[in-house]
């Protein structure tokens, strides 16, 4: 069946790194786009990024623009979201989540939880 | 930047009543709106897209409404299941892709 599997959360200092990766199964991940969306708790949902099915285009929310850097390895059916300089509200269950084109999401993962503390 | 604006917060209903939740946008997204469910502990699970197209499997007493900037979703006859937060999310200009701050449905 059509599957997203979140891993890479954690605890994390502020100003570290993290890399969050999304496996995907049951559905050609190569003609996707893939979208990140997080939510803080008890918050609603935010947009992160976006990347296109080949990895050639890439959007990012302001709040990650210079920080994040999304990347896809459509050779293992694999997103990843590298996370830098992280900071007390980046803290968040994140999603990754498939898209038909830059619009929709269909599929969610059932998210990776990201706390960012000292 | 285009904000979605959703109504009431918290909805209070009872099982079998109907239950409307709107859905603005601070400019047209035509009709490039989604609207999803979220479940305490759970994932967001599509419900609708198009402003009106159910997604593969949603219940028929779920039905989407609108266009241009005012937007209904529309729950005929409430189940247990359908008590949970919904969001939706427009994808007419990006980015961002935006969503709104949440209508918790409850007992």
């Known amino acids: 069946q059509v599957q997203l599997v979140e891993s890479g959360g954690g605890v994390v200092q502020p100003g570290r790194s993290l890399r969050l990766s999304c496996a995907a199964s049951?559905?050609?991940?190569?003609?996707?786009?893939m979208h990140w969306v997080r939510q803080a708790p008890g918050k609603g949902l935010e947009w992160v990024a976006v990347?296109?099915?080949?990895?050639?285009?890439?959007h990012y929310a302001e709040s990650a623009k210079g920080r994040f850097t999304s990347s896809r390895d459509n050779s293992k059916n694999t997103l990843y979201l590298q996370m830098n300089s992280l900071r007390g509200e980046d803290t968040a269950v994140y999603y990754c989540?498939?898209?038909?084109?830059?619009?929709?999401?269909?599929?969610w993962g059932n998210g990776a939880t990201v706390t960012v503390s000292s | 930047e285009l904000v979605m604006t959703q109504s009431p917060a918290t909805l209070s209903v009872s099982p079998g009543e109907r239950a409307t939740l709107s859905c603005r946008a601070s400019q047209s997204v035509s009709s490039n709106l989604a609207w999803y469910q979220q479940k305490p502990g759970q994932a967001p699970r599509l419900l609708i897209y198009?402003?009106?197209t159910r997604a593969t499997g949603v219940p028929a007493r779920f039905s989407g409404s609108g266009s241009g900037t005012e937007f209904t979703l529309t729950i005929s006859s409430l189940q247990s299941e359908d008590f949970a937060v919904y969001y939706c999310?427009?994808?007419?200009?990006?980015?961002?892709?935006?969503f709104g701050g949440g209508t918790t449905v409850e007992i």
């Open positions: 989540a498939r898209t038909r084109g830059i619009d929709y999401m269909d599929v």
């Open positions: 198009g402003a009106s």
């Open positions: 990347v296109s099915h080949d990895g050639s285009n890439k």
């Open positions: 049951g559905f050609t991940f190569s003609t996707y786009a």
């Open positions: 999310q427009q994808y007419n200009n990006w980015p961002p892709l935006s």
